[in-house]
């Protein structure tokens, strides 16, 4: 018999026998900790607890609060779902029902029958009726044949069409209550744990996410532990509605996107162009003290550019197709900025003494999205990076991650976003997604692993997520709503130096190949913006706010003072709009209100008999009145430090 490390959520650590049932240890050794635990992570990988250990292995009780105990809740949900819809509608048939990243799907063939909302609300009292029956979920394991004869009686193809690719595999079914699935797991123990239940909506989905299939049915819901963090979630799914930069770019004026242009090509209005260019100065300023070069390089390249790249053909079903000029050249559309990058590196020969040579360039690029998948700013065709290559010494290499981690982290934190990172590394199972020999892999993911513990960073590995060049530290980032956000990240590249044959000569003048660094911290500027919206509600803190401050006179005999407010504003960099409409004062304070610009100023007779102006602050209304000095040197103050409120 082995031995088993048990390691439990506190850090404390045991070892117990190999066959030792993970629901054993949870009862007879967590003690108090049995209640919360939902399902056991064994050896990285998520099962259920009832199942047996045969091995040894490194174990650890996930609860709800770990992203393992979630996906084990919201996947037996959608068993539990299923259940209720076999009850209330016999004869479905069922595709998948996987958990998603909040909550869960399934999707259904009901042969004639179109749901309703109505039915919805039958459906989730169903589910709460099988919910208290408190029935367990039960794992068994056929040959494959026992489980293909199982689903041809239930005369279900789905299951059988699923089937067909794991043919001679041993297969996993779950039983809960009267249902039966095809299911690799994990669940929970049992329907109990289950306590607050929302179906969400309806939506056709095509079976395997093909056109040339049936259109099923798919089901969204939510479920939690209790009612209060349902209530939670609902409250910010509908201020996610509210805060939906589509809507709020469209009545902010910021960006524009159009049929006549082209799904995914968005056109970016003056007040849009502003918040735009203000990041880029910020960025722009940021890297400059830290000693990056700025380079411009064109929106196409010749095809053979991406083809030594490799871009060519690993993305060529996410690019655009190439621009034959003749049958010897052909252009492709720029879907990276990087080979770009490495020509300018490559234009002349480098010593170790200018190492590390950093290129920023804010490069616009074009990928090609299918219809279906585009998303507003947050999912686009062209959109522009805030792309960085590091090509440094290999000695030089761990400073250089440090650095652009703590400049990423900067970034964000300026925004007043909570930053998780992942380390994304190679899926050695599926190695030919990868350029590159597996040392330089192994010595990449183990150098950014090295890095993210000197640095202390909050991190976990995600197998698989690498770019197919090297792998990566990923930024994720949690907006206002608690959603997370892959955004930033860097990049460790031993593969293009090869590819490109790029050199440098060292200190003992023999030929070293350099490292790269891929760094972008917004990711894309356009889908950057649009979670900023959403993440401020359209209410920018002043530095970003395309217009800062609407100046108001009450009548037009006080139009002239507000043009000397203007002027005053403007001479100090500060954006401003007047306001000289024959409207009532009460009415242009609530259209400028509508607008979110952080400040108003009311000028009338007492204003421009004294100097001063009356200052009125979004959401806050009426501040009083100040000197015009004070006023924009508090004003100056706030946007010189980016402050994130006024």
């Known amino acids: 018999m082995g031995k088993i490390k048990t390691t439990f959520p506190d850090g404390s650590q045991r070892e117990y026998e190999s066959g030792t049932t993970g629901l054993f240890i949870a009862e007879s050794i967590s003690k108090g900790l049995a209640k919360e635990a939902l399902a056991v992570e064994v050896n990285g990988e998520v099962w259920d607890l009832s199942r047996r250990i045969n091995s040894d292995a490194s174990i650890k009780i996930l609860k709800w609060n770990d992203?393992?105990?979630?996906?084990?809740?919201?996947?037996?949900?959608?068993?539990?779902?299923?259940?209720?819809?076999?009850?209330?509608?016999?004869?479905?048939?069922?595709?998948?029902?996987?958990?998603?990243?909040?909550?869960?799907?399934?999707?259904?063939?009901?042969?004639?029958?179109?749901?309703?909302?109505?039915?919805?609300?039958?459906?989730?009292?169903?589910?709460?009726?099988?919910?208290?029956?408190d029935a367990p979920y039960v794992r068994e394991e056929k040959p494959w044949a026992?489980?293909?004869?199982?689903?041809?009686?239930?005369?279900?193809?789905?299951?059988?069409?699923?089937?067909?690719?794991?043919?001679?595999?041993?297969?996993?079914?779950?039983?809960?209550?009267n249902?039966?699935?095809?299911?690799?797991?994990?669940?929970?123990?049992?329907?109990?744990?289950?306590?607050?239940?929302?179906?969400?909506?309806?939506?056709?989905?095509?079976?395997?996410?093909?056109?040339?299939?049936?259109?099923?049915?798919?089901?969204?819901?939510?479920?939690?532990?209790?009612?209060?963090?349902?209530?939670?979630?609902?409250?910010?799914?509908?201020?996610?509605?509210?805060?939906?930069?589509?809507?709020?770019?469209?009545?902010?004026?910021?960006?524009?996107?159009?049929?006549?242009?082209g799904g995914g090509l968005p056109l970016w209005l003056p007040k849009g162009a502003v918040l735009r260019e203000a990041l880029i100065e910020f960025m722009k300023d940021e890297q400059k003290k830290r000693g990056y070069d700025f380079v411009v390089t064109p929106h196409i390249g010749n095809l053979e550019l991406y083809k030594t790249s490799g871009h060519y053909p690993y993305y060529k079903d996410s690019q655009?197709?190439?621009?034959?000029?003749?049958?010897?050249?052909?252009?492709?559309?720029?879907?990276?900025?990087?080979?770009?990058?490495?020509?300018?590196?490559?234009?002349?020969?480098?010593?170790?003494?200018?190492l590390p040579i950093r290129l920023a360039e804010f490069g616009t690029v074009y990928r090609y999205e299918q219809?279906?998948?585009?998303?507003?700013?947050?999912?686009?065709?062209?959109?522009?990076q805030d792309d960085a290559h590091i090509y440094c010494a290999h000695e030089q290499l761990k400073e250089e991650i440090k650095s652009v981690t703590e400049f990423t982290q900067y970034v964000f934190k300026t925004f007043g976003m909570e930053v998780r990172t992942r380390l994304?590394?190679?899926?050695?199972?599926?190695?030919?997604?990868?350029?590159?020999?597996?040392?330089?892999?192994?010595?990449?993911?183990?150098?950014?692993?090295?890095?993210?513990?000197?640095?202390?960073?909050?991190?976990?590995?995600?197998?698989?997520?690498?770019?197919?060049?090297?792998?990566?530290?990923?930024?994720?980032?949690?907006?206002?709503?608690?959603?997370?956000?892959?955004?930033?990240?860097?990049?460790?590249?031993?593969?293009?130096?090869?590819?490109?044959?790029?050199?440098?000569?060292?200190?003992?003048?023999?030929?070293?190949?350099?490292?790269?660094?891929?760094?972008?911290?917004?990711?894309?500027?356009?889908?950057?913006?649009?979670?900023?919206?959403?993440?401020?509600?359209?209410?920018?803190?002043?530095?970003l706010s395309p217009v800062q401050v609407a100046v108001l006179p009450i009548t037009d005999a006080f139009a002239g003072y507000g043009q000397e407010v203007i002027a005053k504003l403007k001479s100090n960099g500060i954006r401003v709009e007047l306001d000289d409409r024959n409207e009532k004062i009460g009415y242009k304070i609530r259209e400028w209100e509508t607008k979110k610009v952080p400040f108003m100023l009311v000028v009338g007779e007492k204003e421009q008999a004294a100097g001063t102006v009356a200052v009125r602050q979004h959401k806050k209304g009426d501040q009083g009145a100040v000197s015009l000095h004070e006023f924009v040197q508090r004003i100056v103050e706030t946007i010189t430090q980016k402050s994130l409120t006024l």
């Open 424 to 543: 994304s590394y190679r899926d050695d199972k599926n190695v030919e997604k990868y350029g590159g020999q597996a040392e330089f892999w192994e010595r990449a993911q183990r150098e950014i692993k090295e890095v993210a513990d000197e640095m202390k960073l909050d991190y976990f590995v995600g197998i698989g997520e690498a770019s197919f060049y090297g792998p990566k530290i990923d930024f994720m980032v949690k907006d206002t709503l608690g959603r997370t956000w892959q955004l930033g990240t860097v990049q460790v590249d031993y593969v293009m130096p090869e590819r490109f044959q790029l050199e440098y000569v060292g200190s003992d003048g023999q030929k070293h190949r350099p490292v790269i660094i891929h760094r972008a911290p917004f990711g894309s500027l356009e889908r950057f913006v649009g979670i900023l919206i959403e993440h401020f509600a359209g209410e920018f803190p002043l530095w």
């Open 179 to 261: 249902f039966t699935d095809l299911c690799y797991g994990p669940h929970l123990p049992s329907t109990g744990k289950i306590k607050a239940i929302r179906l969400l909506n309806l939506a056709g989905a095509y079976w395997r996410g093909s056109e040339k299939n049936k259109m099923l049915t798919r089901i969204y819901g939510v479920t939690f532990p209790t009612k209060k963090e349902l209530d939670d979630y609902l409250f910010r799914l509908e201020e996610a509605k509210r805060r939906d930069h589509r809507k709020l770019g469209q009545e902010l004026e910021l960006f524009l996107l159009t049929p006549k242009v």
């Open 371 to 384: 219809s279906g998948e585009m998303n507003g700013l947050t999912r686009v065709r062209g959109f522009t």
């Open 67 to 133: 992203d393992g105990g979630k996906y084990a809740y919201w996947h037996s949900s959608a068993h539990l779902m299923a259940e209720a819809v076999e009850a209330l509608f016999p004869g479905t048939k069922f595709g998948i029902g996987p958990p998603i990243e909040v909550g869960f799907y399934y999707d259904l063939d009901l042969g004639d029958r179109q749901l309703t909302n109505d039915d919805l609300k039958k459906i989730e009292e169903k589910m709460y009726e099988l919910s208290n029956r």
């Open 146 to 177: 026992e489980a293909v004869s199982y689903f041809k009686k239930k005369d279900d193809p789905y299951k059988l069409e699923l089937l067909e690719d794991l043919k001679g595999e041993t297969i996993s079914f779950y039983h809960s209550g």
């Open 320 to 354: 655009f197709p190439p621009i034959r000029i003749s049958d010897d050249e052909a252009f492709l559309l720029k879907p990276m900025n990087c080979p770009h990058h490495h020509q300018i590196y490559a234009v002349k020969p480098r010593s170790y003494r200018d």
